[in-house]
C-alpha cells in the first residue's frame, strides 16, 4: 500500500498530492473520488489516520471539508479543512489566498458541472511529442471517428482529447485506444484533466479537431 506523505498547513488543514500511481494501486480512478465509495472511504479513513498519528491531527466530531484539486495532469491535491463555527469564514479566505492560481479553474470546473457536461460520454486524453503526431493519427482516425475532439499545447506536448459516447460501441473504442497508443502517451482521462488543460495550456483547436488537421494536411 503507497505511504501517504501529509504535509500540515496549519492547526485547520492539511494536504497531500496523490499520483496516478498512487491511485492506481488502490484501485481508484481520479473520478471515483467525487463519489462516496468503500475504496474512497477507506482512501480517506487512512488520510485522517495518518493525520493523526503524525501531526496529532484531530478530526472526531468536527465538521470536515474534503477538496479535490488537479495540480497537473497526473496528479491531485487533497485538502482538508477543520470546520467551526468561529473559523469557517477565515479559513475559507485561507484556502482561496494558498490556492490563488486554481480558482478561475475551480469556477470553470462548477460551471462545467452545472450545464457543460454529457452525462453520456466519457473522454480519452493523450499527449504527443511532436504536432506531426497528432496530425498522422487524425489522418489515420477521421474516416472512422466523428466525435468532439480539441487540441492543446502545454509543457511542449501536444495534447488531444477525444470524445467517447458511453453507448457506442466498445470494440471501437478500444481500436481507438490502441491506435493512440501508437503515437501518444495516455493521461488521466476525466473532465477535471480536460479544464486543467484548458485553464493552463494553449487552445490550438476548440473543436473539431480531428476532423480540421485531417482536412488540412490530407494529401
Known amino acids: ?13 492539511i494536504k497531500l498530492i496523490l499520483t496516478q500511481a498512487d491511485l492506481s494501486e488502490r484501485n ?10 468503500e475504496k474512497t472511504q477507506e482512501l480517506f479513513h487512512d488520510i ?16 470536515l471539508m474534503v477538496e479535490a484539486v488537479p495540480v497537473g495532469l497526473d496528479s491531485i491535491m487533497i485538502i482538508v479543512t477543520k470546520i467551526d463555527s468561529k473559523s469557517q469564514e477565515s479559513i475559507g479566505a485561507k484556502i482561496l489566498s494558498q490556492q490563488k492560481d486554481l480558482r478561475r479553474f475551480k469556477r470553470k470546473s462548477l ?5 457543460e457536461s454529457d452525462k453520456n460520454s466519457d473522454i480519452l486524453i493523450y499527449s504527443f511529442a511532436k504536432l ?6 487524425s489522418l489515420r482516425i477521421a474516416d472512422t471517428y466523428h466525435d468532439a475532439s480539441s487540441l492543446y499545447k502545454l509543457y511542449d506536448r501536444y495534447f488531444i482529447v477525444l470524445q467517447i459516447k458511453q453507448d457506442g460501441d466498445e470494440n471501437k473504442a478500444e481500436e481507438l485506444e490502441l491506435i493512440l497508443g501508437e503515437y501518444g ?10 479544464y486543467y488543460l484548458i485553464e493552463h495550456g494553449e ?5 473539431k479537431a480531428i476532423t480540421l488537421l485531417s482536412k488540412c494536411f490530407t494529401c
Open 1 to 13: 500500500m503507497i505511504e501517504l506523505k501529509i504535509e500540515k498547513i496549519n492547526e485547520s488543514q
Open 28 to 37: 481508484i480512478k481520479l473520478e471515483d473520488l467525487t463519489i462516496p465509495s
Open 48 to 63: 485522517m489516520e495518518t493525520a493523526l498519528e503524525e501531526y496529532d491531527f484531530i478530526s472526531e466530531n468536527t465538521p
Open 111 to 115: 460551471v462545467f458541472q452545472e450545464g
Open 132 to 137: 506531426d503526431d497528432v496530425i498522422d493519427f
Open 185 to 194: 502517451q495516455k493521461h488521466i482521462s476525466v473532465q477535471l484533466s480536460k
Open 203 to 207: 487552445t490550438i483547436i476548440e473543436n
